[in-house]
């Protein structure tokens, strides 16, 4: 129920954010301009993956929850306080010096820019997106207070707010006829604005569980060392998330124009099935594995292996559908205005690069949170790096070479870099899976229903393939549609059939052909008399 709750703010959140991206399609395409932005997004980015969500939830959650466990409602404050006083100072220092450096970090991080001068329209972009990542890591702190205490919705729809910001900004500065720079200048005060209102929707929420917080930097607060202990490793970790992402964006700039681009609106989508069903799973299960550590690592490892099963049953079918059918995913999400039919099937072909590790990136979420349940905050960052060296290493030695090959005028380089990914996510997922392993003997990711899944999205493949042989000339919207609306359809069914749907899937299929209850009665059998 709690990773439902998550999966649908989520859900609200990134429909908006791929309506956000349709936007920028339509304006800017795969160009020169719109890589200029994702870079300016992504850099900055950098403070709130650093600080926030990620590293936040897997320091800060465990202690915080422990001490509401054991009643220590008033110690529970003094720590949620001191968190946030320590995150406050961390992020107000990087934002501040992130802005004041941005000529040099867009220099350095982007260096293939310098060579059409997309670097000078960098800058100014950076000065006012800075800012909004210090706004945007204490919305992470609110997450983290709404998350203990199973408020997982709220939290997770938030951002929707700074989607739908950017959104507006887009549509009344673009029918203003702002252009070029002058529009992307005006889509950073609008995510500025966006991170402002995605932590104001949260403080009426977070309100009845401010009892006791007071600002402080914790430094007579046992437990906030013990928070900082776990952070600093788990920030590293995230680090090397950081890292592998910019490195890709530099690696991406030396490409033709458009490879950033290319690479940020495929990855909208590889996130998407990550973020609905690897990290909701892995948000709402991280409260529950660390309550269920006290009752001894056997309830770990099956509430671990439940969580495993219930991902793959989603990022399986994904993975398939996403490396078939990834140029009419792309052109049902952007082709419009300057994003043509061919920036559908390049995009579509880094999509499907990623695609290959989708799975893998999935299942690691769940494997890191239930290290974080443990009190283990290390492995995880050490694999993590090892992951970015692979991926760097492999994407590096492919990306010119594919670059050389042209699909629908763009280069591609950013499908090498996307392959280089997938390899690192694979190794990732083998090295989490030993290591477990060796904490929780038995560890099973439920080989058979793998299987069933497995099946059932071949079958699902080849549905959507008929489907689209078959179809007559179509808008692109209409036929990408039709050709994933079967594929859908018949995973799901048979996957359900196979025994392999989780059990809140497969009671609602049952109710919605009107077959047997989940008891395996009919509706209404033997009730007439009751």
């Known amino acids: 129920m709690a990773a439902s709750r998550v999966a649908a703010g989520i859900l609200v959140s990134r429909l908006l954010g791929l309506v956000r991206d349709r936007a920028v399609a339509h304006y800017f395409g795969a160009s020169g301009l719109a890589d200029v932005w994702k870079a300016a997004l ?50 107000g220092v990087l934002a501040a010096l992130g802005a004041w450096a941005a000529p040099l970090l867009a220099a350095v991080i982007t260096v293939g820019f310098a060579n059409d001068g997309r670097t000078e329209l960098l800058i100014p972009l950076l000065r006012v997106l800075f800012p909004m990542t210090g706004v945007l890591v204490i919305s992470a702190w609110a997450l983290g207070i709404l998350n203990s205490h199973r408020r997982f919705f709220v939290s997770y729809v938030a951002p929707a707010l700074w989607n739908l910001a950017i959104i507006v900004t887009l549509l009344v500065a673009g029918g203003r006829g702002l252009m070029g720079l002058d529009l992307l200048v005006a889509l950073a005060w609008g995510a500025l604005a966006g991170g402002a209102l995605q932590l104001a929707f949260q403080l009426p929420f977070l309100a009845g569980y401010l009892k006791g917080v007071v600002l402080s930097l914790g430094r007579r607060v046992a437990a906030v060392r013990v928070v900082v202990r776990n952070f600093l490793p788990v920030m590293f970790a995230r680090g090397a998330v ?4 910019l490195l890709d964006l530099t690696l991406a700039s030396l490409l033709a124009a458009g490879a950033v681009s290319a690479m940020s609106y495929a990855q909208t989508f590889y996130l998407l099935p990550i973020s609905l069903f690897g990290m ?20 770990v490892r099956a509430r671990a292996e439940r969580a495993v099963g219930t991902v793959l049953f989603w990022m399986v079918p994904s993975t398939a559908g996403y490396i078939v059918f990834g140029p009419e995913v792309m052109g049902i999400a ?17 999509l499907a690069a990623y695609a290959v590790g989708l799975s893998a990136s999935g ?46 005028g763009l280069g591609m380089g950013a499908a090498g870099l996307a392959a280089g990914a997938s390899v690192g996510a694979w190794l990732e997922l083998l090295l989490l899976r030993r290591s477990l392993g060796q904490r929780l003997p038995g560890l099973s990711f439920g080989g058979r229903r793998v299987l069933a899944c497995v099946l059932a999205a071949v079958l699902a493949t080849g549905a959507g393939l008929v489907t689209a042989v078959l179809l007559p000339p179509l808008h692109p919207a209409l036929a990408g549609c039709a050709t994933l609306l079967p594929f859908g359809i018949v995973y799901l069914v048979v996957a359900e059939r196979l025994g392999a749907s989780p059990v809140r899937v497969a009671t609602l299929l049952r109710r919605l052909r009107g077959g047997r209850d989940a008891d395996g009665d009919a509706p209404g059998a033997g009730g007439g008399g009751r």
């Open 280 to 299: 909701s799973v892995a948000a709402a299960e991280l409260p529950e594995l660390s309550r269920d550590r006290a009752a001894g690592e056997e309830r």
């Open 334 to 350: 952007y082709q419009t205005g300057e994003f043509s039919q061919g920036n559908a099937t390049a995009v579509g072909l880094v």
């Open 363 to 408: 299942v690691s979420r769940v494997l890191s949170s239930t290290f974080y349940a443990l009190g283990d905050t290390r492995t995880p960052a050490r694999i993590a790096y090892a992951r970015i060296a692979v991926s760097a290493g492999v994407g590096a030695a492919v990306m010119f070479p594919l670059d050389r090959l042209s699909v629908g």
């Open 242 to 245: 950081n890292l592998s992402g």
């Open 42 to 91: 992504r850099i900055p980015n950098v403070v709130q993956n650093l600080l926030g969500e990620g590293s936040l939830s897997a320091s800060f959650i465990p202690v915080y929850v422990r001490l509401l466990e054991e009643g220590r409602e008033e110690e529970a404050g003094r720590v949620a306080g001191a968190v946030l006083g320590l995150l406050a100072l961390t992020a």
